[in-house]
């Protein structure tokens, strides 16, 4: 049994669609959820900011005692999971691994679809793990960059963000997929006009209750889960000030966020940084 | 006379079209620039966060010795111009006084509309600088938050750019300005849409030229200028890996962008600040 808390982070408020999927299935656990709000967005990033981000962002989590990482960004769980791997020994969990095992479980014609951002997509992270589980699964991708901000700006049933769908997703239709895996935690507030341009026969997957379940079952396995009589608490930090994070935090979470605090990763690398090379 | 550089900053490639104006108005002058692509955009940001990063930014080009900086970014020229100047000695110029000016000078209803992002709009610098040169012009803003990933998505022409061109703008005109100003270097692109929505007897008015000649303006006044004879040298300064911006760069300046150089703010932050602390 282990009492330490579960850390999250992803590059700013879409993570916690996984957080929320992670409480409801492990209410007795304590949470430490990190979200990147002065670099956001990772997705447009190379894969070298990017895991150099994610490597700063485990260093301040590792350093409040975390016993498991989850990577709830699609674009650092493509790109930075081995890297963090490498150089962290607790268990880490991306999201990228849970979707791809829900697309498989799901689909019938053996045809998926993956959207991502621009860095999801060019990783190929989704294709490999999908052809990992199942060889056979036929997968196209396509990278959509502006529903993220169309997702901020609230704007997820307008026309613009219906012919914006229509641009993104219509070939994909016409590919013959008949299950989509929404590869951003911001593309479920879109759900509806993805729905419309894909019509009612295809399933979208979101990796955020997968996720959840590989958490749950990590830490069975490795026996660090808390009495199920306990009940979790919740701490939240973001690199820029909380204020936006807090607004739109609140709509994700049906008004339950708690505290935020604001940290400044690059203040405390160069904190650690200085004390190593001070010699 | 001074042989020094002239430093030019944006949180990305927009600033480019602020540099172009200066080459071609002091094409005698070395620049050099900065694009913080590693943490781009600016624009959603905390004015907290945005002065952190132009004082980053602006202690790297100071470091190589520039004899007057450029806030090339709209964002950063609204928040941080103050703080900047607080904390360095050379001349600093911003987008927004520029922009001001040639508005000012422009409109005969004394009605001007200006459009940018949220962190612009919010900080009312356009509407200050505005009455400040005259307190009869009428000004009405507007974020138009999707119009910088319209941009960088290459949507500029298409139904998706006009509707949302449409969805912003079409109040302003209503309000009978006859004055646009693009409180954004990015806006620019989307000239096309925002003129069909405005109309042809709106005038659109972006601060590059009109930066580059209060640049010309104080160097002539400091005696600063390099003789005319002279043909500049322009180093390019990106957070993130090069090639994105290389591949918009030599689309904003025509093909003429030379070698780009990666440089990690941070860690330079970090080696000065282990250098002044070390005793």
Chains 1, 2 share one sequence.
């Not at 670099?39 to 301040?60: D, M």
């Not at 650092?76 to 791809?100: C, K, R, T, W, Y």
């Not at 609230?154 to 013959?176: C, M, Q």
């Amino acid at each position: 049994m282990s009492w330490k808390a579960i850390g999250i982070f992803d590059s700013g408020v879409g993570g916690l669609t996984v957080l929320k999927e992670i409480v409801k299935a492990l209410p007795q656990e304590d949470t430490i959820y990190l979200g990147d709000t002065a670099r956001v967005p990772y997705g447009t990033k190379s894969p070298e900011t990017v895991i150099r981000y994610a490597r700063q962002i485990t260093e301040f989590l590792v350093g409040r005692d975390i016993k498991l990482l989850v990577v709830a960004c699609n674009t650092a769980s493509a790109v930075a999971l081995d890297s963090l791997n490498e150089a962290f020994s607790i268990p880490i969990v991306g999201v990228i691994e849970p979707g791809a095992r829900r697309a498989v479980s799901v689909t019938k014609t053996g045809k998926v679809a993956v959207i991502g951002t621009e860095g999801t997509v060019k990783s190929s992270a989704y294709t490999k793990a999908i052809k990992r589980l199942s060889s056979d699964v036929q997968v196209v991708t396509r990278a959509c960059p502006l529903f993220v901000p169309l997702a901020e700006e609230g704007w997820v049933d307008n026309e613009v963000a219906r012919l914006t769908a229509r641009s993104y997703l219509e070939g994909l239709r016409e590919d013959g997929v008949d299950t989509l895996v929404l590869g951003c935690t911001h593309y479920p507030l879109l759900k509806g006009v993805i729905e419309e341009v894909m019509g009612s026969d295809v399933v979208l997957v979101d990796s955020a209750e997968e996720t959840a379940r590989t958490v749950a079952g990590i830490l069975a396995d490795h026996d660090l889960l808390r009495p199920v009589a306990e009940k979790g608490n919740h701490h939240y930090f973001v690199t820029d000030v909380p204020a936006g994070f807090i607004r739109v935090g609140n709509r994700f979470l049906g008004g339950d966020l708690g505290d935020v605090y604001q940290v400044n990763l690059e203040q405390a690398i160069q904190v650690g940084d200085g004390g190593d090379d001070g010699e």
